[in-house]
């Protein structure tokens, strides 16, 4: 059998196959449009680091015993966020395995949900984050909707990802 005709097939494997692969393209395509928004509207104070940052900061220093330079942030920072994008956009992708349809009310739930679950709760209780109630409400509204259209994004590029994989 040939990668073609699994991708064909109705089989628990071929939609599992199939939904990893669309959720994750469509997690990378979500992450690459999220940072572009994040790019052009402010998430956060100029001076203040972003979670990803701190992150690779710290691992940075446990390795080369200094921080990430100035210049090379950008791209410490993307190479957390793409990872992470692309790992839950096939997360997502799993769970929509045996749904073909596009619904871009489901990635918009999914957009927000990721928001909720990162910025509102989990990151202020790891310390890499402020807590929601000290962030301007400019703010955190402009993080939401990088976050729906990290959602709305990855749904759509999973559908058509998917529907390609089946053809």
Avoid: C
């Avoid at 089989?11 to 052009?40: D, H, N, Y």
């Avoid at 920072?77 to 871009?104: C, H, T």
């Amino acid at each position: 059998m040939n990668i073609d005709t699994f991708f064909k097939q109705n089989s628990f494997a071929s939609s599992t196959s199939r939904g990893l692969i669309s959720g994750f393209i469509g997690g990378l395509a979500g992450t690459a449009v999220k940072s572009l928004i994040e790019g052009v509207l402010p998430v956060r104070k100029i001076e203040q680091k972003s979670a990803q940052l701190k992150i690779v900061d710290d691992l940075s220093t446990k390795i080369t015993g200094s921080p990430i330079s100035q210049q090379n942030e950008v791209l410490a920072e993307q190479l957390v966020n793409f990872p992470f994008g692309g790992s839950i956009g096939a997360a997502y992708g799993y769970g929509k395995k045996d749904k073909d349809q596009m619904r871009l009310i489901d990635g918009a739930i999914f957009g927000a949900t990721t928001w909720v679950s990162t910025h509102e709760t989990s990151l202020p209780i790891m310390g890499l984050e402020s807590k929601p109630t000290n962030i301007p409400i400019k703010m955190q509204a402009n993080e939401l909707f990088a976050h729906l259209a990290f959602g709305i994004t990855t749904e759509l590029v999973r559908s058509l990802v998917n529907e390609r994989l089946k053809k």
